[in-house]
């Protein structure tokens, strides 16, 4: 079992960066792949990235291609969420989730273990 916990929220102006935190908990987190997803007000929860256990493999959403970056230090127990040139539409509330399986997911449903979140705000 692992418990997260999400930090680096907060209020931007667009074209702006920002980097999420995510620290785990216990010795197993480097047995766990984790993700990154977004939920809006109104809106269903989004995949926005995710990364194997090993940091080697890397998967985005689609609308943050190229201007978000996934990473983890598995020594720190902590996965990393770097934002750039962010948008109005960026704004949600942030989790990191973690999966015990080898696979990496973009789907809500083979997460096992969720953060409480964290808020970013992008204005115009």
């Known amino acids: 079992q692992v418990q997260l916990v999400e930090s680096g929220g907060g209020l931007m102006q667009a074209g702006g960066s920002l980097r999420l935190s995510c620290a785990g908990s216990?010795?197993?987190?480097?047995?766990?792949?984790m993700g990154w997803f977004r939920q809006a007000p109104g809106k269903e929860r989004e995949f926005v990235a995710a990364?194997?256990?090993?940091?080697?493999?890397?998967y985005y959403g689609d609308s943050v291609k190229g201007r978000f970056t996934i990473s983890r230090d598995n020594a720190k127990n902590t996965v990393y969420l770097q934002m750039s040139s962010l948008k109005p539409e960026d704004t949600a509330v942030y989790y990191c989730?973690?999966?015990?399986?080898?696979?990496?997911?973009?789907?809500?449903?083979?997460?096992?273990?969720w953060g409480q979140g964290t808020q970013v705000t992008v204005s115009s």
């Open positions: 989730a973690a999966d015990g399986s080898i696979m990496v997911y973009s789907t809500v449903r083979e997460y096992d273990y």
């Open positions: 216990g010795r197993t987190f480097s047995t766990y792949s």
């Open positions: 990364i194997s256990r090993s940091g080697g493999r890397t």
